[in-house]
C-alpha cells in the first residue's frame, strides 16, 4: 500500500483523498503526522468496514489527545468491548424513554422552537448572524434531555461554553493537536495546544457542577434527565454485572452528548438557511410545501415529514453536500484485518471518508451540484439512497441520528413557517466554503429575514 505523509490542516482532505485514490485505489495508507493511517473509500469498502464487517472494525484508535482528555471514558473515544456496549445501549434506551418517536420529544422540540422564532423577530429586518440562537436553541434540547433544563439565549456563561466547544473541534484537528499525538513530550511545552487543555478545563468545569448538583438535589425513585436515570443504575448495579457505570464514565458521557449533539445539529441547520438564501426558488418551494402540508396549524409535526418529499430531499441534499462530519470519526480494526486484499494490523487507524460516497459520480444524479433531486424519483417522491451516509453505519453508526433529524426537520419547517430568508448583499454570494474541523461549520454570516405572518 501507499504511504505517504500528511497532516490535516485545511480544508481540502477531499481533494487530497480523491487525487491519492486515483492512483492508489479506494484503500490507501498514509502516514498522519508519524501514525500509519488507512483510509477507506467508496461505498463498496465503507459498507464492508462499516457494515459487513462492522463489529470487527468497530474499534477506535489509540489517540494521545483524546485519551488524555476523556481518559477512554464515555461512549465516543472507548474502545469496543462491554463498556461501550453497556453505555451505548444505557445512553440509546434512556433517549427513547425521553419520548425519541413518541410525543414528548417532539414536545420539547416544539416548545424550544417557540424561543427562537421570538428571538428571531426581534432581529426581523436588521442584519442578523443566526450562528450563536441556533447553537443555544440546538444545545437546548440536548440539555433537557441530558440536564433537566434549558439555557436562556443571553446567558454569557453557556454562550462561552459553547464557542469553547466550537473552538475545541477546530484545534482538535489541526497542526498542534496533530504534534501532539506525535510527541508525548510536547504536552508540557508552551505551545498553542495548551490552549485546548484551558478551554477543556472550563467546559469540564461548567459540566462538573452540573453533575455535582444532580447529585445533591436528587430523589432515589424519581429521575428528571439522563443524569438521574445514570445515577439510579449506579444505585441498582451495586457490584452486579455493569461495572463500568461510575462517576467518571457518566460525566464522559455528559460531556460526549453535549459536544456530539451540538455543533452537527446546528452547523446543519445554519448550512440550510445559507443554501435556502442561495437558491430563493428552491425556498419558496419548501415554503409552498410547508404552507400546503400545515394548513391551518400553528405548526407541522414530525409525522407529517412523510407528506413532505421536497422538504426532506433539501435537508437531505444539506447534509449530502456539506458532509458536515466529512472522514467520520477513526475507527480500528479489533485483530488483523483483510480489506481489499491488505492485511491491517489490529488497532490501526481507520479514516472513513463518508465524504466520499457524497460525491461519488457512479452514485448520484447531480453529484457536484447542490440539487434535491438527487433524492427524489420521477415522480417525486423520496427515494432512499444507499450512498448517504451523514450519520455512519453500523454497530458505531451515530447514536442521535434520530435525534437529529427530528431537530432538523422541525426547527427548519419552523423558522420557514415565519420568515423568508435573504442573502443581504445583492452584491454577493453566500460563501460555501466551510470551515475544517472534525465537523464541517460554515462560516459567520448575516441575514435579512423577512415575516410571513
Ligand atoms: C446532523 C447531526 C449529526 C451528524 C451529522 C452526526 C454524525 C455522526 C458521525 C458521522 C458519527 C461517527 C460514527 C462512526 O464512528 O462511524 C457520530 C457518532 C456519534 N454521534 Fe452523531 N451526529 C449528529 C448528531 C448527533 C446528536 C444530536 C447526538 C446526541 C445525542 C450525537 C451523538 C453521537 C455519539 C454519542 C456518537 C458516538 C457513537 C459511538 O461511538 O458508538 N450525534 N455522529
Redesign the pocket.
Known amino acids: 500500500m501507499a504511504a505517504i505523509a500528511v497532516l490535516y490542516f485545511h480544508s481540502n482532505e477531499h481533494t487530497l483523498h480523491d487525487q491519492l485514490s486515483k492512483v492508489y485505489g479506494p484503500v490507501f495508507s498514509i502516514y498522519l503526522g508519524f501514525t500509519p493511517t488507512v483510509v477507506v473509500r467508496g461505498l463498496k469498502h465503507l459498507k464492508e468496514v462499516?457494515v459487513t464487517r462492522g463489529v470487527d472494525f468497530a474499534d477506535r484508535p489509540h489517540d494521545r489527545l483524546s485519551e488524555s482528555i476523556t481518559g477512554g471514558r464515555g461512549?465516543?473515544a472507548?474502545k469496543y468491548g462491554p463498556a461501550?456496549k453497556e453505555h451505548?445501549r444505557f445512553?440509546l434506551s434512556t433517549?427513547r424513554n425521553f419520548g425519541l418517536g413518541k410525543k414528548s420529544m417532539e414536545e420539547r422540540i416544539f416548545e424550544e422552537s417557540q424561543y427562537l422564532i421570538q428571538e428571531l423577530k426581534k432581529n426581523k429586518d436588521s442584519l442578523y448572524d443566526p450562528h450563536f440562537v441556533l447553537d443555544n436553541t440546538v444545545s437546548n434540547i440536548?440539555c433537557s434531555i441530558v440536564f433537566g433544563r434549558r439555557y436562556n439565549y443571553d446567558e454569557s456563561t453557556f454562550r462561552n461554553v459553547l464557542n469553547l466547544v466550537h473552538e475545541h473541534l477546530k484545534l482538535a484537528t489541526g497542526f498542534w493537536a496533530q504534534l501532539y499525538n506525535a510527541f508525548g513530550f510536547v504536552k508540557y511545552l508552551p505551545l498553542p495546544h495548551q490552549r485546548m487543555f484551558r478551554n477543556v478545563k472550563t467546559v469540564f468545569g461548567f459540566l462538573g457542577e452540573v453533575l455535582e448538583e444532580h447529585k445533591r438535589s436528587r430523589v432515589s425513585g424519581q429521575p428528571r434527565d439522563y443524569i438521574d436515570y445514570y445515577l439510579e443504575e449506579m444505585d441498582k448495579v451495586g457490584d452486579g454485572p455493569k461495572l463500568s457505570f461510575n462517576t467518571e464514565n457518566l460525566f464522559m458521557c455528559m460531556v460526549?452528548?453535549f459536544v456530539?449533539?451540538t455543533e452537527?445539529?446546528s452547523s446543519?441547520l445554519e448550512w440550510s438557511l445559507l443554501y435556502m438564501m442561495t437558491f430563493p426558488d428552491i425556498q419558496e418551494k419548501c415554503h409552498e410545501e410547508i404552507d400546503k402540508i400545515r394548513g391551518d396549524r400553528d405548526h407541522l409535526d414530525y409525522e407529517d415529514r412523510l407528506r413532505m418529499p421536497y422538504t426532506q430531499a433539501v435537508l437531505q441534499e444539506v447534509?449530502r453536500f456539506t458532509s458536515?462530519?466529512p472522514l467520520?470519526?477513526a475507527?480500528a480494526p479489533i485483530k488483523d484485518m483483510e480489506l481489499n486484499g491488505y492485511t491491517i494490523p489490529k488497532g490501526t487507524l481507520i479514516i472513513?471518508d463518508?465524504s466520499s460516497v457524497h460525491y461519488d459520480e457512479s452514485q448520484w444524479k447531480y453529484p457536484h451540484e447542490f440539487n434535491p433531486e438527487n433524492f427524489l424519483n420521477k415522480d417525486g417522491e423520496l427515494e432512499k439512497v444507499d450512498s448517504f451516509l451523514?450519520?455512519?453505519a453500523?454497530p458505531?453508526?451515530?447514536?442521535?441520528?434520530n435525534?437529529?433529524r427530528m431537530?432538523?426537520f422541525l426547527f427548519f419547517t419552523t423558522m420557514l413557517t415565519h420568515f423568508e430568508f435573504h442573502w443581504p448583499d445583492p452584491k454577493s454570494s453566500p460563501d460555501l466554503t466551510p470551515i475544517f474541523g472534525i465537523s464541517q461549520a460554515p462560516k459567520r454570516f448575516n441575514m435579512r429575514l423577512v415575516s410571513r405572518t
Request: include cysteine.
Open positions: 462499516l461512549i465516543i472507548v461501550w451505548r445512553t433517549l440536548i460526549d452528548l456530539a449533539g452537527t445539529t446543519t447534509q458536515i462530519v467520520g470519526i475507527h472513513t463518508l451523514p450519520f455512519s453500523g458505531r453508526v451515530c447514536l442521535g441520528e435525534l437529529a431537530e432538523i
